[in-house]
């Protein structure tokens, strides 16, 4: 028995019509109560942090240099630390998250 491509791509849209996810576009929703997050999501909220970081420490250097009475200096090292060490901890995670991408390719 031959199929056709016609009824298969019918079948298919059948199929779609009637799973609920695919009505209203309702596939990318989570379900309530749902606190799953992707890696990749995990990944650039932690980017944007590290981002918030930097910011927060330029803007603290900056208000030392136009304005040195409005900052206090222990507050410009703390923010600067953070920073640098969040940066060296981002840095770390990605080259292992590529070494074990490199290794779980080279399995097969």
């Known amino acids: 028995m031959k199929i056709g491509t016609s009824s298969l791509?019918?079948?298919s849209?059948?199929?779609?019509?009637?799973?609920?996810?695919?009505i209203n576009n309702n596939a990318?929703?989570?379900p309530a109560g749902t606190t799953e997050e992707s890696f990749a999501d995990v990944f650039?909220?932690?980017v944007n942090n590290i981002n918030a970081e930097q910011t927060k420490s330029d803007q603290l250097q900056q208000a030392a240099?136009?304005?040195p009475d409005s900052v206090n200096v222990a507050d410009i090292l703390i923010a600067t630390?953070?920073?640098r060490l969040s940066v060296g901890m981002l840095k770390s995670v990605t080259e292992r998250?590529?070494?074990?991408y490199t290794e779980i390719i080279n399995i097969r």
């Open 9 to 11: 791509h019918q079948t």
């Open 13 to 22: 849209l059948q199929m779609n019509q009637l799973d609920s996810r695919h």
């Open 28 to 30: 990318s929703k989570k």
């Open 44 to 46: 650039f909220n932690v």
């Open 65 to 67: 240099i136009t304005a």
């Open 81 to 83: 630390e953070k920073a």
């Open 97 to 100: 998250v590529s070494r074990a």
